[in-house]
Nanobody, 126 residues
Framework: QVQLVESGGTLVQPGESLRLSCAAS????????IGWFRQAPGKEREAISC????????IYLDSVKDRVAISKDNDVNMVYLRVSNLKPEDTAYYYC???????????????????WGKGTAIMVSS
């Protein structure tokens, strides 16, 4: 079955960087679009970035578009999100998600995603 397991979240100070990881199983990563959402306390879940099967990617969240980079390693079925220059407003749970489609056409809306990990938390505080 499809499984997504995120890791890498932790407490950091403003200005630091983190790389989040998502271990994917139960599907073929090089045939599937996959990406990241985040949800801050009291706020709706929002799409950050998606990578299509062939490696093309999109960033949807304006507040992080100059500070995030999505990548993947098909050989080990891992997806990554690097977030730089972290700010207190980046504090949230970060989720890996997929709808098992090839491209990121439907990725912007969380309701379109069929599979989710349990999330990993980033807390940015001095």
């Amino acid at each position: 079955q499809v499984q997504l397991v995120e890791s890498g979240g932790t407490l950091v100070q403003p200005g630091e960087s983190l790389r989040l990881s998502c271990a994917a199983s139960g599907f073929t990563l090089n045939r599937t679009a996959i990406g990241w959402f985040r949800q801050a306390p009291g706020k709706e879940r929002e799409a950050i970035s998606c990578m299509a099967k062939h490696g093309a990617w999109d960033i949807y969240l304006d507040s992080v578009k100059d500070r995030v980079a999505i990548s993947k390693d098909n050989d080990v079925n891992m997806v990554y999100l690097r977030v730089s220059n972290l700010k207190p407003e980046d504090t949230a749970y970060y989720y890996c998600a997929t709808d098992l489609q090839k491209y990121c056409v439907n990725f912007r809306r969380s309701s379109n995603m069929n599979y989710w990990g349990k999330g990993t938390a980033i807390m940015v505080s001095s």
